[in-house]
């Protein structure tokens, strides 16, 4: 349900590896996974296999702004483990392994140079100790990220440089040695049941040592007496008893000691910042005894150090080769225990992206004693057992992993892409490279030549580039004015390279228009100012060179406007005070430099507090003026919405993200103030697909990262299908149900004809107005058949496949794609072409036709059988959130090409059936031409239909038929959250999977899943807790709609119901006081985490939406099984307690007034409303019915203005997707529990009806109630069940009577019959009007009857039978009634007479009775088969049977 959109992400990595400059190495406990942090922010995870001593790099972890600089090992969770990765700028952050999401982020002041992952006795799950630039050991929840406790210094509190963590023998604490940068030793005492949260704990003892900046902590696992510290300069041995010196070791010229442990009692292996490690044995005179115990008490233990008695080095772990290494390595030592003892291995990361592994043998004594005699003496030499990096992965790779630019034919060596830009109103994608060329190509032709086999191989000039040749030496920087803001011309494109210029071309000729040489550097970045500048600035672009200048160049002008060029450092960034005419430039040593524009002035220069506060300034105003609705301030921001949020998603701004979501929903309200738009045009505009150029380092060539939005696929899709169809085609594929509802409100409003000309012209104007975008159906439809031909999986069903390629137009993968998963906070995983996710020894035999595989070079036919065995299983394999983000997309986008009148990916195909409605618009003749369509259409639908079931339905077993052991199921989690997506085809394919998941988990499965997520269901003990709170939403700040005012008054008897929105005059909706009360999460969004709070404020909000956000899940989970598995008593709903609980939750979310917290609008509130519809007989008795019908009647209020029908897909404002939500959620109320609706809602009219009697005393406004403005939708209703719930309908024949009486105008009754204005009412022969004397009888199920004197608004009941009544029926002229009772078979005449001159109680008695033939028990069961009353003149009415016998009787 998640605001973020769902998009699919793809690479495309290119021939060259990135740079993976290592600056932290984690080996897993499992041994099977090894993780790499680099300088450049990157994490890559690499799969090792220990038996076979395999490394491969799985994937790579973009998120980072800044260098990783420790990993830790977070504990496990369910089939996962995941890894806590903190950043040189205080970002932590945790990471799913399986599939690199990012679970957990943390922005803090905290910056820490090492973690340890630490079990704690009677702990569950592992404590994460971390040391840093602050004066304590602070513990983190690896989970959640908060501290739970610190360890905080007494005596000289200092930044803790080293620490180490033991479980000292026979004792129930831990002991947490820890070394100062002063050179302090720090012993604290820990356990589980003194930690108090925020308190800390503080150190036992303390003592001075000779040891400053240590850099390593290690205490000897095997005596637990030993430390080894080690520090730049040198490595020392103590005691842990009294910490006495035992020895040290000097470092030899030009290396740094970087680290060290034991490798046994008397064994110390040491490394260096030169890459090499060194193994020592340690002086056996300090060790007497057993090896294993130190004997402190001996006095030559303490004896000075003398010669001789230093440490011997023995062993040198080195590379193979000599290297020259630019920054030092990251180590880590690993102990695994064996049966056969322990294997020691020790791993290296370095700067060339290079990863080590040396397994180090044991030395015997013997052995010792043999070195130590040969002379010269000869250390011994470890060789590494490992050694690979991505760069020896990739070239292993033949063919090497696809690129952009592949298809450039001729050049050997291509020069590499250094910028790239993608166009997406022209569907181009512009790179920049090495050599000064710009290619220009058609960015979806280009990605089908690569990933997909088809026909489009065989033509000569598919994906034909364009080449703009005018730099000398690197590209550096594209910008496409136009794509910023429409002021620009469409044909530019800016460039800017390493040869100082800046060229401006026309994209369309491939001229170059002009030639900007004005700065004397590099240019590193092209920007466009904003809208609200001076016209001649309008026109400009500003670039950003490497010598420090910032100009203004006006492209209309072709001339420089302002060349700021003072600045004595580096540009960091710019902002902009377009009414003041200022532009501010920010440099890297804090200073911010004021220009002025026009006319070039450098106005002041700040620096400090001052310059910081300018600058927020100029973020404010600018998000104070993009807020406006309208005005030219939105305008450029609204140009293109998918740049915001891409620029967003790219940078990981959250800020512009939510910034480009705003501006969408101001847009909204602006339309929808103007037109009565009911469409969230947010989504209009967006394109697809995005592609964004990647790289981990300044030096690497471009990567491209492709961005399916699935949401922006499917509003384009239906956009261009709903335009071609006119009103009554829409109508007739119940789209919209704009003619109904048309009939419902006439019947409801007065019947002067000038009124029901004014609605039907009011409804008229207030049809659906499709939104017209640009014209991109073609390349609309290869950006569907690429992502469906990616995702589909193929080798499944062998004839399904048969029909996707030839009927549906799908196409065939050419090689295994690598997927990427945007998680939390829009940080990245993107998957390595190097990994597959079926393991070499799993892999089936190959299984190509014969004579191709002879046709083919090996390396092809490995590669066409991996891409084989990743299509049909092991894309299903990698990790539960990619299964469920993709079968999403497929399934979402499979049902809207469905639905689209059975569309296919084939343009030829798709050119005639779109003619094909056309023509059939203007032409309404069928002819055999017609046949064969339609029957075409139906072998489309059929396939689309086949292909969503597999996906839905049957994929689980047919993945585990084709051999694949671990299919990762999709996330239930994920699917709840997105139960209210905002796009109507993404909820009802993630409403199909989990269904279907639910069912495929069984009751047990289902019942961990209730254990799992009960607890975070809120408890309530008030109905509706309400309150203001901090946390604003963007939906909040909207204004409401200026006719429908947020504001309701209802009456303020003391027996009416509060209703929503409605505040009464007595009734306080005060703010109440509740348990735990409930504010869920309104937007059950993947992100919540805002960057610009401090860190520790952020992490408190972080939580409780963290919170919020399980409360919310929860409910519409809890909920989901107790609709479709609710009334099985063995699901536990039955029991009552959580049926109550999740009803009291449902019904607060659809009860609760409009707060900051829950606007009242929200896809939760969504969720609520429909699932209390879905699952009305398990909540049912928990529920206040009136209150929740009533709720439901509000939201409906202005169905007849709002509402499409629920197969209408195109996203909608959020107030007509809740009215549309909760016209079907009272549909399906009505039919699941007919009596209770009719029952309620009678109740509610009578009491309606009351309070309009006293309206005047009470001075109330009954036009304002609910009853009132939802007449239209109550009448809906009722037409409903009247025509499918027959029965129960008889059984309340007067009840039904009284709402359909409150709901139909009375002046409609006036000239025409009760048959003409309400037809469906009157099937039933207990219900009669009598025009003449504009009365109305109904027959109740008692034996009464009711009748309604329509000209005095009243209603008069009469005991007339002693069962129920069959049949009724006013005389043509109204002076008589005949009634007649099936059960007592008798009939009756009635005659109503008034007092003396129409004046006092009019009276009806009865005048005849007459006794009827008894009648078959088949006719009484079949409420069809009834008996009939006809009259046949003024006195004479005859009683007709079903099968054609008749009686006449007279009055």
């Known amino acids: 349900m998640g605001s973020l959109n769902l998009v699919v992400p793809l690479i495309m990595w290119g021939r060259e590896a990135p740079t993976h400059d290592i600056s932290c190495v984690l080996f897993t406990r499992s041994c099977r996974t090894i993780v790499t942090g680099s300088r450049d922010g990157q994490i890559c995870v690499w799969d090792f296999d220990p038996p076979t001593l395999k490394l491969t790099p799985r994937c790579l972890l973009v998120g980072h702004t800044a260098s990783v600089i420790c990993l830790a090992q977070g504990g496990h969770g369910r089939g996962t483990t995941f890894i806590v990765s903190s950043s040189e700028n205080g970002e932590m952050c945790k990471w ?111 003592k001075m040592i000779h040891s400053l900046n240590a850099l390593c902590l290690v205490c000897c696992t095997y005596n637990q007496r030993t430390v080894l510290i080690v520090s730049q300069d040198d490595w020392q041995i103590y005691d842990a008893g009294d910490f006495s010196q035992l020895c040290r070791v000097g470092v030899t010229v030009g290396e740094r000691w970087m680290g060290g442990d034991f490798l046994a009692a008397d064994r110390v292996i040491v490394w260096t910042d030169m890459g090499q490690a060194y193994i020592y044995k340690l002086p056996t005179k300090l060790l007497k005894g057993k090896a294993v115990s130190c004997i402190v008490e001996s006095r030559a233990f303490h004896n000075k150090q003398v010669e001789g008695d230093n440490p011997v080095m023995y062993g040198i772990v080195q590379p193979q080769n000599d290297e020259q290494l630019v920054n030092s390595p990251s180590w880590q030592f690993m102990m695994i225990p064996l049966e056969s003892g322990a294997e020691k291995l020790l791993l290296r990361g370095d700067c060339e992206g290079q990863v080590m592994l040396w397994r180090l043998a044991d030395v015997s004594e013997n052995q010792l004693q043999q070195i130590s005699q040969v002379y010269p003496f000869q250390p011994l030499i470890f060789p590494a057992t490992l050694n690979h990096s991505m760069s020896k992965a990739w070239a292993a790779m033949t063919p090497p992993p696809i690129g952009v630019l592949d298809q450039l034919e001729g050049e050997k060596n291509p020069p590499r892409i250094t910028a790239s830009l993608f166009l997406p109103l022209q569907g181009r994608l512009a790179c920049g490279r090495e050599d000064g060329s710009i290619i220009l190509v058609p960015a979806t032709e280009t990605i089908m030549l690569h990933l997909l086999h088809g026909k489009h191989h065989h033509y000569h000039n598919w994906a034909q580039p364009m080449v703009l040749r005018g730099h000398q030496g690197r590209v550096n920087c594209l910008l496409y004015p136009h794509g910023e803001s429409s002021r620009y011309d469409m044909a530019h494109l800016v460039s800017g390279g390493i040869d100082f210029s800046i060229n401006v071309w026309d994209m369309y000729t491939g001229n170059l228009v002009h030639r900007f040489v004005v700065q004397a550097g590099q240019v590193l970045q092209l920007l466009v100012p904003p809208p609200t500048c001076t016209p001649r600035i309008q026109n400009c672009i500003c670039s950003v060179s490497e010598d420090h200048s910032v100009a203004l160049l006006s492209i209309k002008e072709r001339k420089l406007v302002l060349l700021a060029s003072k600045h004595l450092y580096p540009v960091l960034s710019i902002k902009w005070r377009p009414e003041h005419d200022f532009l501010m430039v920010a440099t890297h040593d ?257 299984n190509l036709p014969p004579d191709l595989a002879s046709e083919l070079p090996p390396e092809m036919v490995e590669l066409e059988h991996r891409t084989q065995v990743f299509t049909c299983r092991g894309h299903w394999e990698v990790s539960p959130a ?167 008054t209802t009456s303020g008897a003391p027996s009416v119901n509060t209703t929503l929105n409605g505040t009464s005059g007595n009734s306080s909706v005060g703010s109440t006081s509740s348990e735990r009360t409930m504010e869920p999460h309104p937007h059950l969004d993947e992100d919540h985490y805002d960057e610009e709070m401090d860190g520790e404020t952020c992490r408190e909000v972080v939580a409780q939406t ?140 009578a009491r309606f009806n ?100 329509l000209r005095a608004y009243k209603c008069q009941m009469i005991a007339a039978h002693g069962s129920s009544v069959t049949a009724l029926s006013f005389s043509p002229d109204g002076k008589y009634l005949a009634s007649y009772s099936i059960g007592e078979n008798k009939l009756s005449f009635w005659q109503t007479s008034s007092g003396m001159f129409g004046l006092g109680a009019s009276q009806t008695k009865c005048t005849k009775t007459f006794s009827t033939a008894p009648v078959p028990d088949i006719v009484r069961m079949n409420p069809q088969r009834l008996p009939k009353l006809v009259w046949i003149s003024n006195k004479t009415v005859v009683h007709m049977m079903a099968d054609g016998t008749e009686h006449r009787f007279n009055a």
């Open 96 to 206: 799913d392994l399986r599939d690199g999401r990012c679970v957990e982020v943390l922005k803090s002041s905290n910056i820490h140079s090492s973690m340890t992952a630490y079990q704690m006795l009677n702990v569950s799950d592992v404590r994460l100790f971390c040391v840093g630039n602050y004066p304590e050991i602070l513990i983190y929840d690896p989970h959640t990220l908060d501290i739970l406790f610190s360890l905080a210094a007494r005596i000289q509190p200092d930044w803790i440089s080293a620490l180490h963590i033991l479980r000292p023998p026979r004792r129930n604490d831990e002991v947490v040695l820890g070394v100062t940068t002063g050179g302090w030793v720090k012993v604290w005492t820990v356990s589980e049941r003194e930690v108090r949260p925020r308190e800390p704990i503080y150190e036992h003892e303390a």
């Open 590 to 846: 804090g200073s911010v430099y004021v220009w002025q524009m026009e006319t070039g002035h450098l106005d002041r220069v700040l620096q400090g507090v001052t310059a910081e506060e300018v600058l927020g300034a100029c973020d404010e105003h600018l998000t104070a003026s993009g807020s406006g609705s309208g005005g030219a301030s939105s305008e450029a921001g609204l140009a293109n919405p998918a740049v915001h949020l891409f620029r967003g998603l790219r940078h990981r701004n959250l800020a512009a993200i939510r910034h480009a979501a705003q501006r969408g929903i101001q847009q909204v309200l602006g339309e929808q103030n103007n037109q009565q738009d009911i469409h969230d045009s947010s989504k209009m505009r967006t394109c697809p697909l995005m592609i964004q150029g990647l790289r981990t380092n300044k030096q690497d060539a471009n990567s491209h990262v492709l961005f399916f939005d699935i949401e922006a696929l499917i509003v384009q899709l239906l956009s261009d299908e709903y335009t071609l169809m006119s009103p009554g085609t829409l109508e007739a594929n119940e789209l919209i149900m704009s003619s109904q509802y048309q009939r419902m409100n006439v019947l409801t409003h007065p019947a002067s004809p000038e009124a029901a000309k004014k609605i039907a012209d009011g409804n008229g104007s207030g049809r659906v107005h499709i939104p017209r975008h640009l014209d991109v159906t073609a390349q609309t439809l290869q950006i569907g058949q690429m992502l469906m031909s990616l995702l589909h999986s193929w080798g499944l069903d062998p004839s399904l496949d048969h029909t996707c390629e030839h009927i549906l137009g799908l196409l065939k993968p050419r090689v295994p794609v690598s997927y990427g998963l945007i998680s939390k906070s829009g940080y990245m995983a993107l998957f390595m072409p190097t990994w597959h996710p079926v393991r070499d020894a799993d892999m089936p035999p190959i």
């Open 882 to 1048: 990619l299964t469920t983000h993709h079968l999403l997309a497929l399934v979402s986008v499979a049902n809207t090409l469905q639905d689209m009148n059975a569309a296919t990916l084939i343009p030829e195909q798709e050119r005639r059936r779109k003619n094909h409605i056309q023509s059939s618009k203007a032409n309404q003749m069928v002819t055999n031409h017609e046949d064969e369509f339609s029957r075409q259409q139906s072998v489309i639908k059929q396939g689309w239909s086949t292909l969503t079931a597999l996906h839905t339905v049957l994929l689980p077993d047919c993945v585990a038929a084709a051999g694949a052991p671990t299919y990762q199921p999709p996330m239930v989690e994920i699917l709840a959250r997105r139960w209210q997506d905002r796009c109507q085809e993404v909820r009802e394919a993630a409403q199909a999977l989990l269904k279907t998941e639910l069912s495929r988990m069984g009751a047990n499965g289902r019942q961990k899943l209730v254990e799992l997520w009960s607890p975070h269901l809120p408890t309530h003990t008030e109905p509706l807790p309400t309150g203001p709170t901090s946390y604003s939403n963007p939906e909040a700040q909207h204004p409401p709609r200026p006719e429908h005012p947020a504001t309701k």
């Open 1106 to 1245: 963290e919170g919020r956000r399980k409360q919310a899940t929860a409910i519409i989970l809890l909920g989901v099984i107790g609709a479709y598995h609710g009334q099985d008593s063995a699901e536990g709903f039955g029991l009552g307690n959580l049926a109550m609980q999740t009803s009291k939750a449902l019904a607060y979310l659809v009860l609760a007034p409009p707060a900051p917290k829950l606007p009242a609008h929200t896809p939760l509130r969504r969720a609520a409303i429909d699932l209390i519809g879905r699952g009305f007989p398990v909540w049912e008795p928990y529920l206040d019915v009136a209150k929740v019908l009533l709720a439901l009647l509000d939201l409906c209020a202005d169905t007849d203005r709002l509402a499409p029908s629920m197969k209408y897909g195109l996203p909608l404002i959020p107030e007509a997707d809740s009215c549309r939500t909760a016209s079907n959620a009272l549909t399906l109320i009505a039919e699941a529990r007919p009596p209770a609706f009719i029952t309620t809602m009678a109740r509610e009219v």
């Open 1250 to 1349: 009351a309070l309009q009697q006293n309206a005047q005393s009470l001075q109330l406004n009954i036009h304002n109630t609910v009853l009132h403005r939802a007449k239209t939708e109550i009448l809906r209703v009722m037409e409903y069940l009247i025509v499918h719930k027959r029965c129960h309908i008889m059984d309340l024949m007067v009840e039904v009577m009284d709402i359909v009486l409150h709901c139909v105008d009375s002046g409609h009754l006036k000239s025409r019959g009760l048959n003409e204005v309400f037809p469906s009412i009157c099937g039933f022969p207990q219900v009669s009007h009598c025009p003449h004397t504009r009365r109305i009888a109904t027959g109740a199920k008692n034996g009464n009857i009711a009748i309604y004197e």
